[in-house]
């Protein structure tokens, strides 16, 4: 084809000129990715174990990599003040706690349920791997499921919901690895949940140890990356399981033919014998272990315990509440992609309902929040706590919304952090356009015209403070400005921009006072 712009045939020629500059597009700004363990990790025969695979909803994750796994639940008498339950057996009060059976309990399948209910949208999975684990979950494969996703370039948040499982020390290796992992593609934002939540219940111990867990977590988080992350607490009492979650299989038929001998309904132990007895070894296996004419005996034997037997029916709602406690992260993903869509990535996600919940395992008060704990402000680490309080009337509510780097101005507030972080990744793509073109004039206002327009707008949404634009943002490039002669001979064109990022309202303060009468 002829040149255009060098003819050297008679004829008429078309040149196309752009009337536009290159746009900048706003980059995602809540993509999570989720890892842990699942029940499987294939698909049509695809091995997905260790393998980033993108969602989006619940239907393709249980698609993807099945469903919840077979909780073992052990049963205990206990002291504790708070029991999980209390049952009177053979004319004697007793109060029980439950605990989870070695490696029957993962966490990734009932948090994915609670992102979606809480607004979740587009994720990354990660699968660990297939449950049962047989030693437990290992720390180097979370560690390992997470460098997976390095190159991942549109993954914005991170969340770990099974490290929660793992002992202490490897559970905050994890933790730092996350931030080290942000600060590294400067693109992410971790979200933690503190360690040993799911048993805290007990308003005696807020009391008298107020800052247990939470000093423990202040101290093994370290340092570094703080402004990349952010900690909620304490953990939730869901409703994502509910009855068709518990059945026969789920307990030892030992210990609940102990508990349910002889109740107000008079059930005797010949009767259990006939219901227990014949599928006891089989109720201790997997579910998925059993086969049909086991999985129908177990039913029936469940379905007859629950109707003849009323401390049987107090166990399982006992441990259909039990099952429930879960993790705040995963909500909170949820709520980050819902605000993020509604109001944009500048809101805060804070003064948001939380769904699917039925209260915070410990509701606090304004002065524990406060100078009682130091959760929101902690005056000797900055290390803030975004707490999950209900309110009568009003519901479950998310009441913080800081990073852990709360005593920096620059990074103390979650939406500053992730505005700041859309705005550098937005237009890193947009300027890949400009890599290798002539380090000129002409090409420093394309790029500061083609910035201007982004931040604008961006102003005109609410993302940027100021009555006008030149208060909100500027955009500086030029030899003697941002460059030196030296700076355009070593292939340099540097840019300077600065925005004045909204920050949110977090305490209102009214003045009011008496005034004269003035008629």
């Not at 255009?4 to 290159?22: C, D, H, R, W």
């Not at 007793?94 to 609670?114: D, E, P, R, V």
């Not at 996350?178 to 600060?183: K, S, T």
């Not at 805060?348 to 929101?376: K, R, W």
Request: hydrophobic share 40%; with cysteine.
């Amino acid at each position: 084809m002829m040149n255009p712009n060098n003819p050297l045939t008679p004829g008429v020629y078309i040149q196309e000129l752009s009337a536009f500059p290159n746009s900048i597009v706003e980059v995602e700004t809540a993509v999570p990715v989720f890892i842990g363990y699942t029940q499987k990790a294939d698909y049509n025969g695809e091995n997905l174990l260790m393998k980033p695979v993108q969602l989006a909803s619940m239907n393709d994750y249980i698609n993807f990599f099945g469903g919840a796994s077979n909780y073992k639940l052990d049963i205990a008498v206990t002291t504790d003040p708070n029991p999980d339950f209390s049952l009177t057996v053979n004319g004697t009060l007793n109060h029980y706690a439950f605990s989870y059976q070695a490696n029957t309990n993962y966490y990734l399948y009932n948090c994915m349920q609670l992102f979606y209910q809480n607004g979740g949208g587009k994720c990354y999975i990660v699968s660990a791997g297939a449950y049962p684990v047989a030693n437990g979950p290992i720390v180097s494969d979370l560690i390992t499921a997470l460098n997976k996703t390095a190159n991942v370039d549109d993954i914005t948040l991170i969340c770990i919901p099974d490290s929660l499982l793992l002992d202490v020390d490897n559970y905050n290796n994890v933790n730092t690895t996350m931030l080290a992992a942000c600060n590294t593609t400067q693109s992410r934002f971790a979200l933690f949940d503190i360690y040993g939540g799911d048993k805290f219940k007990n308003a005696a111990d807020l009391q008298t140890n107020p800052d247990n867990l939470i000093a423990n977590f202040r101290t093994a988080i370290g340092e570094n990356f703080l402004n990349y992350g952010a900690a909620y607490f304490p953990w939730l009492q869901t409703s994502i399981s509910d009855k068709t979650d518990i059945t026969l299989s789920n307990f030892d038929v030992t210990f609940i033919s102990s508990l349910i001998e002889i109740d107000k309904y008079g059930v005797n132990q010949g009767v259990l014998t006939k219901l227990v007895t014949p599928i006891a070894a089989a109720a201790k296996t997997y579910a998925g272990d059993f086969t049909d004419d086991t999985g129908k005996a177990i039913a029936k034997a469940h379905n007859s315990l629950l109707a003849i037997s009323n401390n049987y029916s107090s166990v399982v709602k006992a441990a259909i509440k039990f099952i429930n406690i879960l993790p705040v992260a995963p909500a909170m993903a949820g709520i980050y992609t819902m605000v993020d869509s509604n109001r944009g990535v500048w809101k805060a996600p804070a003064n948001v309902s939380v769904n699917a919940v039925i209260n915070p395992m410990y509701n606090f008060t304004d002065d524990e929040q406060g100078s009682g704990c130091n959760l929101n402000v902690d005056p000797d680490t900055g290390k803030s706590i975004n707490i999950i309080r209900s309110f009568p009337g009003i519901g479950t509510m998310v009441w913080g919304a800081r990073t852990l780097d709360g005593n920096s101005q620059d990074w103390k507030y979650i939406n500053v952090r992730r505005t700041m972080i859309m705005i550098e990744q937005s237009v890193k793509q947009a300027a890949r356009a400009y890599v290798f073109e002539p380090n000129v004039a002409n090409t420093w206002i394309t790029i500061q015209c083609m910035l201007g327009n982004f931040l604008n707008d961006l102003w005109k949404q609410g993302a940027l403070a100021g009555a006008t634009p030149t208060d909100a943002f500027s955009v500086s490039v030029g030899l003697g400005t941002t460059m030196t002669a030296d700076d355009i001979l070593l292939g340099i064109m540097r840019i300077t921009v600065l925005v004045a990022i909204s920050h949110p309202a977090e305490f209102l303060i009214f003045t009011f006072e008496q005034q004269m009468q003035k008629s």
